[in-house]
């Protein structure tokens, strides 16, 4: 079992930075892969950015690709997601999520493990 907890949320404005964390309990094995998700009101919740917890293979959607970057601390359990040039678009709850087989998917439903959410709110 694996629990994770995210942290870093906030408000900021439009064109500025934040750094959220997701801090994994419980065995990680090399094969999973941990990912940003994000869901703003009334929408679904959408793939934001992965990283494999073995290597340093990463993706990103293409709405952040270029502003968001996902990287990981190994001796730590925890993953980030920094966030630079942010838009109000980007307003919603970011949630961690685990894939425990790696399947370098991207569907919400691909991901075993999810955390409770950090809000951020961009303002115009």
């Known amino acids: 079992q694996v629990h994770l907890t995210e942290s870093g949320g906030g408000w900021v404005q439009a064109g500025g930075s934040l750094r959220l964390s997701c801090a994994a309990s419980?065995?990680?094995?090399?094969?999973?892969?941990m990912a940003w998700f994000r869901q703003a009101p009334g929408k679904e919740r959408d793939f934001v950015a992965a990283?494999?917890?073995?290597?340093?293979?990463?993706r990103y959607a293409n709405s952040v690709k270029g502003r968001f970057t996902i990287s990981r601390d190994n001796d730590k359990n925890t993953v980030y997601l920094q966030m630079n040039s942010l838009k109000p678009e980007d307003t919603a709850v970011y949630y961690c999520?685990?894939?425990?087989w790696g399947r370098g998917r991207s569907s919400f439903y691909d991901f075993d493990y999810w955390g409770q959410g950090t809000r951020v709110t961009v303002s115009s």
């Open positions: 999520a685990a894939d425990r």
């Open positions: 990283s494999s917890w073995s290597d340093s293979s990463t």
């Open positions: 419980g065995r990680i094995f090399s094969n999973y892969e």
